[in-house]
C-alpha cells in the first residue's frame, strides 16, 4: 500500500511527522507560525522553570535559616538532662517562629531534631513543599524541598579561673538579706545549714557542677582543652605553698609583723581607794591645839601588799591586781581637846599590760617551708606554736585614694607592686609575706608603741587556691584533686576584700606572670587558648581596720590608707577597678556574677562587655554559668 504522507512530510490531516519536523525546520519557505508556536512551547518551560526555581531557592534559603535557628535554639537549651522534651520543644518553637508555614504556596511542612550523642551535638532535618506557578503545564504541580543542619558546642582551648566568693555570708540562705547575714561576716563559727536550708555555697557548688558539665561535654566532641583554676578569697587568699613550691624566694625569709614583746617591768597605775578601815585613838594624850597634835603625830605607813594578786584580762589589757595597805595617822577635835588617831587604808595596784605592743621582725624561712615554729608573744614572754595556713601578705603598696590603669602608663600612682598582676618578685619589696596571726597584735591607731593592744581578728584563710588544670568530675565528697571534690570542700568564713580576689584571679591566669608555666603549658592540639576569669561575689566590699588581712593590720600598717581611714572601703574598691582594668587588657575576658546582692557600678565596670549577670536565687545562678558556659564553648551551626 502506498504510504499517505505527501512530499512534504506531512500525514493525510497535515500533521508533521517526525521526518517532517525535521523537514520543515530545515526548509526555508512559508514556516513562520508553525515554528513560533513550537518556540513559545519551549519558552514557556524555559521560563516557567526559572520562575519556580527562583521561588523554591528563596523557599530552601528561609527554611535552611529556620533549620540553623532551631538546631541552635535546641543545643542551648542543652542541660545536664541532655537533649531531652524541652530541649527539643524549644528547637521547634524556634523553627516555627523562623520560618512560617501559614503561607498560600507552601505546604506539608515538617521538622525534627535529634541527636545521638546525650546532646553534644543536635542534627535537624526540615522538609517542604512549594506550589509551583508553571511548571503544572508540564505535569510539575509542587516542587519539593528538605536540607539539614546540625549544631555543636566546638571548644578550642579554653582556661577558665574561677574567683569565688567564700566570705561568712555563703554560710547565708540566698533569700536572706545583708542584715540578715550580718553576724555570718567575719565569722566561722556557722554551718552551711545553719539556717535550715540550702546555703548560698551550696548552691554554688550545684551551679559550677553544672558548669563543669556544659563546658567539659562540649570539649569531649572535638579536639579541644578545658582548664579550670581556682582562688576562692576572703580577706586574703591561700597562695603561699603554690608559690613556695615555684620559688621559695617568691616567699620573704623574714618579716616585721604588728605584734607584742614581754616586758616584765610593766607599767604600774595606782588607785586609791576610799575604803578606809575603823579609826581607833592611837595615844590618850590630849593637845590644845590642831597644829599641837599634828606636829606629835608620826608619819603614815609605808604601803605593803596584802594577800596574792589576780590576774585577768580586760578591754584588750593584761592586769595583775594587788591589794595593799597602809596605816594612816590623823588628828580629830572630840569637842574639848585634838587627839591623834590611826585607821587601816587600803588600795589597789594595778600592773597594767605586761607587753610591749610594737612592731617586731620574725625569720620566716623554716616558717614558710611548713615547720611549726614558737615566736615568745605568748603570755609572759612563753612560746606561741604555729604553722603556716599558707595566706599570704601582699608586696609593697602605695596608700593612695584612687587608683587607674592605662595600657600605656601602666598604674597610676605608680610603686604599687601588690597590684602588678604580672610581678615576679626580686626583693623584699616585691616578696609576698606568710599571714601569721598567732604574733599579730593591733594597738591604738597612729602608734608606733604602747601598753595597749589587743590580739588581732581571725584572718580566715580560704582554701587553697588551685593552678590551671584539666579536671576530673567526681563528686562533692571526692578528695579535691577532683572538680566536684575541690568545690564541695570549700567553706564559709571571712570578710570580703575584692581587690585581693581580682589580684590573684589575674595572677592565675595571666601567660607573663609567677604562674606562667601552668598557664603557658602547651595543649595537644595547635590551637589558640581563649582565657576568661569567672567572678562570682554575694557581698559588698567590706574590710576592717582591725582584722588580719592580706594588707597586714591596716590601722597599724596604714598600707592602703591612714589609721581608721572612713573611706577605707572606697581607697580598696578603686585597687579593685584598676586591677580589673589590667586583666582586660590582657585579652582575659572577665564574667561577673552578683549572687543575692546588688550588681554595682562597680561590679559592671570590672566586668568585660555583656559579661554581668545579676543573680537573686539558685535558679539565676545556675543560668548565669549556663550562659556563661555556652558563650564559653562556642555554640555554633556546622552544618
Not at 268 to 291: E, P
Not at 449 to 454: I, K, L, Q, V
Request: hydrophobic fraction near 30%; charge should be negative.
Amino acid at each position: 500500500m502506498r504510504d499517505t504522507k505527501d512530499p512534504t512530510g506531512r500525514t493525510a490531516d497535515g500533521a508533521y511527522t517526525d521526518r517532517g519536523v525535521l523537514r520543515a525546520l530545515r526548509d526555508n519557505g512559508g514556516n513562520v507560525l508553525p515554528m513560533a508556536a513550537m518556540g513559545m512551547l519551549v519558552l514557556a518551560g524555559m521560563v516557567g522553570g526559572g520562575v519556580d526555581a527562583s521561588r523554591a531557592y528563596m523557599v530552601k534559603s528561609r527554611l535552611q535559616a529556620a533549620c540553623d535557628a532551631g538546631v541552635l535554639a535546641g543545643r542551648k537549651s542543652v542541660t545536664n538532662d541532655g537533649f531531652d522534651t524541652a530541649a527539643e520543644t524549644n528547637a521547634e518553637t524556634y523553627f516555627e517562629t523562623n520560618f512560617e508555614a501559614s503561607e498560600v504556596d507552601i505546604r506539608n511542612v515538617s521538622f525534627s531534631a535529634t541527636s545521638d550523642d546525650g546532646g553534644s551535638t543536635i542534627v535537624g532535618t526540615a522538609t517542604t513543599e512549594v506550589e509551583a506557578y508553571v511548571m503544572p503545564l508540564f505535569g510539575f504541580d509542587t516542587v519539593p524541598l528538605s536540607t539539614t543542619c546540625s549544631a555543636t558546642m566546638q571548644v578550642g582551648n579554653n582556661d577558665v579561673t574561677l574567683v569565688l566568693d567564700t566570705t561568712g555570708s555563703m554560710a547565708c540562705l540566698s533569700s536572706h538579706t545583708a542584715s540578715q547575714c550580718q553576724s555570718y561576716i567575719n565569722s566561722s563559727g556557722y554551718s552551711e545549714t545553719a539556717h535550715g536550708g540550702k546555703s548560698r555555697l551550696q548552691e554554688l557548688r550545684e551551679a559550677l557542677s553544672s558548669f563543669y558539665t556544659v563546658t567539659t561535654t562540649a570539649a569531649a566532641g572535638g579536639q579541644g582543652r578545658v582548664r579550670f583554676g581556682f582562688v576562692p578569697y576572703s580577706s586574703s587568699v591561700n597562695v603561699g605553698n603554690l608559690l613556695v613550691n615555684i620559688d621559695a624566694n617568691y616567699v620573704a625569709d623574714s618579716h616585721g609583723y604588728q605584734s607584742r614583746e614581754y616586758d616584765p617591768a610593766g607599767g604600774s597605775v595606782l588607785y586609791s581607794s576610799n575604803d578606809n578601815g575603823q579609826a581607833y585613838y592611837y595615844s590618850s594624850q590630849a593637845y590644845g591645839s590642831r597644829s599641837s597634835c599634828e606636829n606629835a603625830m608620826p608619819d603614815n605607813t609605808a604601803w605593803r601588799d596584802v594577800g596574792s594578786d589576780v590576774d585577768y584580762r580586760t578591754g584588750g589589757r593584761d592586769v595583775t591586781r594587788q591589794q595593799q595597805r597602809r596605816t594612816e595617822f590623823f588628828c580629830f577635835y572630840n569637842g574639848d581637846d585634838y587627839y591623834i588617831a590611826n585607821r587601816y587604808q587600803y588600795r589597789y595596784e594595778y600592773l597594767v599590760d605586761h607587753y610591749k605592743y610594737v612592731r617586731r621582725t620574725f625569720n620566716t624561712d623554716l616558717f614558710k617551708n611548713g615547720a611549726t615554729v614558737g615566736q615568745n608573744v605568748g603570755n609572759q614572754g612563753s612560746n606561741v606554736n604555729a604553722k603556716w595556713s599558707g595566706c599570704i601578705e601582699e608586696a609593697e603598696s602605695t596608700d593612695s585614694a584612687t587608683f587607674s590603669f592605662s595600657t600605656i602608663t601602666g598604674f597610676s600612682p605608680g610603686g604599687a607592686n601588690d597590684l602588678d598582676i604580672d610581678l615576679i618578685p626580686s626583693g623584699p619589696s616585691t616578696q609576698w609575706k606568710p599571714v601569721w596571726p598567732e604574733v599579730s597584735y593591733y594597738r591604738d591607731a597612729g602608734t608606733t608603741e604602747s601598753r595597749y593592744g589587743n590580739k588581732t581578728g581571725d584572718p580566715f584563710c580560704p582554701n587553697e587556691a588551685a593552678e590551671l588544670q584539666e579536671w576530673e568530675e567526681g563528686d562533692f565528697s571526692s578528695p579535691n584533686s577532683f572538680f566536684n571534690g575541690y568545690i564541695g570542700d570549700l567553706s564559709p568564713a571571712g570578710s570580703t576584700y575584692h581587690d585581693i580576689g581580682m589580684i590573684w584571679g589575674g595572677r592565675m591566669a595571666s601567660p607573663d606572670g609567677v604562674f606562667n608555666g601552668s598557664v603557658m603549658e602547651g595543649a595537644a592540639n595547635p590551637g589558640t587558648t581563649s582565657r576568661h576569669i569567672v567572678f562570682m561575689t554575694d557581698g559588698f566590699m567590706s574590710t576592717s581596720s582591725n582584722s588580719y588581712s592580706a594588707y597586714g593590720i591596716e590601722r597599724n600598717d596604714e598600707r592602703v590608707g591612714g589609721a581608721d581611714d572612713p573611706a577605707r572601703d572606697a581607697r580598696h574598691d578603686s585597687r579593685f577597678l584598676a586591677v580589673c582594668e589590667a586583666v582586660k587588657s590582657k585579652g582575659i575576658r572577665v564574667w561577673v556574677i552578683a549572687f543575692s546582692t546588688a550588681l554595682t557600678d562597680s561590679l559592671k565596670k570590672c566586668s568585660s562587655p555583656n559579661s554581668a549577670f545579676p543573680a537573686s536565687d539558685a535558679s539565676q545562678l545556675n543560668d548565669a554559668f549556663q550562659q556563661i558556659g555556652q558563650t564559653i564553648g562556642e555554640l555554633r551551626v556546622v552544618q
